[in-house]
């Protein structure tokens, strides 16, 4: 990246700062910017939690929580240099005589940012006593985490009371699979290539995948998962982030409206389901004991913090549809699951068999684009090869782009790239307020024909791929997932 840090200081404010978010994300993020110069190197970070606590003391943590790769790579002078810019605030987000703490040291022209990392509750509280403040000048900005409120109503509102605050393009709502490179790449993909775009589209896409599959637990987040679950966690935002990319019209510039607006109309497009089809389309799962690469995993149940009855999912599969012309009569599967047998994000879009086949024989396959976020990142198609000998016989080859060979250059962790987007206030890869609301008005049914259903999540072993009835799911179309390795 070449492109330098804006001239005025920066001070980036994180609250939630003794968060597991902050340790595992946020604060290496920053650290790989500052050390890479795409932020200024005097930036200022204050993180601010209820916690007693020196700033020393949180510095310590800082590096105890740090895999010490990177004062490895860097040398230890720059991670020193980094923790220096590092300040711990003792804070109750809710107590507004605290934050004028938060505006000594500040200093001429300084750009604040503050990231709201906490429960989503908090937003507005903050919001407004930052205000009380003094502390929002006509450059700071907002971050919001997801989720961004648990449905449509508590959306609206936090959205509205925050607008109190801030105007819309000062708000940056993360969504952090919009910073992943791949993701940013399939745009690249879809409307820099000229010979995609007529088979991207009804007839000649016979359906489309979207994975997130993780193999880690719920973990030490039961206190927030278990009053969200799959569809809020996941669903409502990752998953409908990237369709929204796959499924969008190409946008007339790169503008944050211009893809904002592209985006928006596919979520809108996006067909509500009825209680009758949530039951028939969506698939809810908890996992239960079982093998994770090699390792026994505990049921959801047994974790620490889950009540014994929860009902709450920690798998989804659902078959989507979106009603415009591109789109029309495609069935979109979306899967997502915690202690699932292999972490992986994958987009698949498999294209409709041909018409008519010379063949004796009929082929099985079809061909298919594997478009890859994690853990690697690639792009596979899938192609019908001759096998070399005589006769006609086919066997499918993968044409392989493999970005890390074709590319070198140091790839930047979605959070790094997000954070420094803010700082260039670059909107391009945030949610707007409609997009948002757009995503809760398709989720929310769901989840409230889940609980008026009374129905429990159907239970999947650790380590397997889910419930056999996700299966079932896409068996209905005369389909399959795909799970196979990806070779
Ligand atoms: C977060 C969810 O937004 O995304 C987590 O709250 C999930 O539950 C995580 O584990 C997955 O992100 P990634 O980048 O590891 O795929």
């Not at 008519?356 to 192609?383: C, G, H, W, Y």
Request: glycine share 6%; net charge negative.
């Amino acid at each position: 990246m070449t492109d330098s840090p804006p001239s005025a200081p920066l001070a980036i404010f994180i609250f939630g700062g003794t968060g597991d978010l902050s340790f595992r994300k946020l604060l290496p993020a920053l650290f790989m910017a500052f050390a890479h110069e795409r932020i200024r190197t005097d930036t200022r970070i204050i993180a601010t939690g209820r916690q007693a606590m020196s700033a020393d003391a949180f510095r310590q943590q800082v590096t105890a929580r740090s895999d010490g790769g990177a004062s490895q790579i860097f040398g230890e002078e720059v991670w020193q240099k980094f923790l220096s810019q590092i300040d711990y605030v003792e804070l109750d987000a809710s107590d507004a005589h605290g934050y004028s703490k938060l505006g000594q040291g500040g200093r001429s022209g300084e750009i604040r940012v503050f990231y709201l990392a906490t429960a989503p509750a908090l937003f507005t509280t903050i919001c407004a006593n930052l205000d009380h403040a003094n502390l929002i000048d006509k450059d700071a900005r907002v971050v919001l985490e997801k989720p961004l409120g648990h449905d449509l109503a508590s959306a609206r509102s936090i959205n509205e009371q925050v607008a109190r605050h801030f105007a819309e393009n000062r708000i940056y709502r993360i969504d952090h699979y919009l910073g992943k490179e791949t993701v940013q790449n399939l745009m690249v993909l879809r409307f820099g290539n000229a010979i995609l775009e007529p088979l991207w589209r009804a007839p000649y896409v016979r359906s489309v995948q979207i994975t997130v599959a993780e193999t880690l637990g719920v973990g030490s987040r039961a206190s927030f998962y278990d009053g969200t679950g799959a569809l809020r966690d996941m669903v409502q935002n990752h998953l409908l982030q990237l369709l929204c990319i796959v499924a969008m019209e190409a946008p007339i510039s790169l503008d944050p409206d211009d893809v904002r607006d592209e985006k928006l109309k596919v979520l809108r497009s996006l067909k509500r389901m009825t209680a009758e089809e949530v039951a028939r389309y969506t698939v809810r799962g908890q996992y239960r004991a079982g093998l994770v690469d090699g390792e026994h995993a505990p049921a959801y149940l047994s974790e620490a913090g889950v009540p014994e009855d929860s009902a709450t999912e920690t798998f989804v599969a659902l078959r989507c549809q979106i009603n415009n012309p591109r789109w029309a009569g495609v069935p979109i599967f979306l899967r997502t699951g915690k202690r699932l047998q292999v972490r992986r994000s994958e987009v698949i879009v498999d294209f409709a068999r041909s018409p008519f086949s010379p063949f004796d024989d009929a082929d099985t396959e079809s061909n298919r684009l594997v478009i890859s976020l994690q853990p690697e990142e690639s792009i596979k198609l899938q192609m019908l090869m001759k096998e070399p000998g005589s006769g006609m016989r086919r066997r499918p080859v993968t044409l392989d782009l493999d970005l890390h060979e074709a590319f070198s250059s140091r790839r930047a962790e979605a959070y790094e790239r997000l954070l420094v987007d803010i700082t260039r206030s670059r909107l391009t890869h945030f949610m707007r307020r409609d997009e948002l609301e757009a995503a809760w008005t398709w989720a929310d049914p769901i989840v409230k024909a889940w609980s008026q259903s009374g129905a429990t999540p159907k239970p999947y072993a650790a380590g397997s791929w889910g419930p056999a009835a996700a299966s079932a799911l896409i068996a209905s179309e005369g389909l399959a997932w795909h799970e196979e390795a990806v070779s």
